[in-house]
């Protein structure tokens, strides 16, 4: 199964992660090695491509156009409804909701 993760979600995390830009006298170069990682990880996923999803476009490709779902849902406002929220209810699985 294919696992999605909430880009900025991640974003945030490593950036909590980042030392702060004021150090103390206890100068730690292993902990600034670390950070020129994570700063080289959030510029790997900056790259990174984030594709919307048109719900009501898939309804209509998956439900609507289909020849035995089209017959079977004829109320396509309800249809939509449920179909927003499995959408939304997937969405919260991926955070640990």
């Given amino acids: 199964m294919v696992q999605y993760v909430d880009k900025s979600a ?3 995390e490593i950036r909590k992660r980042l030392l702060p830009v004021i150090r ?3 100068y730690d170069e292993w902990e600034e ?3 020129s990682e994570r700063i080289a990880i959030l510029n790997i ?3 990174l491509e ?3 999803v048109d ?3 898939e309804y209509e490709d998956f439900v609507v156009d289909d020849p035995v779902l089209g017959n ?3 109320n396509d406002i309800v249809g939509m409804i449920l179909a927003k929220h499995f959408f939304e209810l997937g969405l919260k699985a991926q955070k640990g909701e």
């Fill in 10 to 12: 991640l974003v945030a």
């Fill in 24 to 26: 103390d006298k206890h």
């Fill in 33 to 35: 090695g670390k950070d």
């Fill in 45 to 47: 996923i900056d790259t």
């Fill in 50 to 52: 984030v594709k919307e």
């Fill in 55 to 57: 719900l009501e476009k």
């Fill in 72 to 74: 079977f849902i004829t």
